[in-house]
């Protein structure tokens, strides 16, 4: 299974958001760390701020930040809301579906896939915060002081 790309912004945002839950972050920045589409990640965080993940602040210290904690966003939910459909193989033009087992065998690893999704949150994609700052590339401004000799 793939996911779509749009799925995999969304996750991004929720953990780039997560990572730094102290301040407002804004698209533009989101697209530079990860090097992707402003264009895109606009749709994705429009479609996330409408569905209750992330709130938007308007003015000119605006920006965007998680509509609740971490633990609270459930990764198999983001993943559901995000993507279309979940057929593996087109069976509907098939001949042989009606007697296929191949369609079921797919449901069942679809359904595995998707409990596991549900076993996390989105505070466990981002446990080890530092990490994740230092991913970003803020982790040494965030670092404690060395002091000299």
Known sequence: MK?????????????????????L????????TYRISQNHLMKVVHDLRKSGYVEAVRGRSGGIRLARPPAEINVGDVVRHTEEGFDLVDCGSCIIAPAC???????????????????????????????????????????PAVPSR
């Open 3 to 23: 996911l779509t790309r749009y799925t995999d912004y969304a996750l991004r945002v929720l953990m780039h958001l997560a990572a730094r839950p102290e301040r």
């Open 25 to 32: 972050s804004s698209i533009g920045e989101i697209a530079r």
């Open 101 to 143: 087992g191949l369609t079921g065998v797919l449901g069942q690893a679809l359904a595995a896939f998707m409990r596991t999704l549900d076993r996390y949150t989105l505070a466990d994609l981002v446990a080890d915060r530092m990490e994740a700052l230092r991913a970003f590339g803020i982790g040494a401004a965030l670092a």
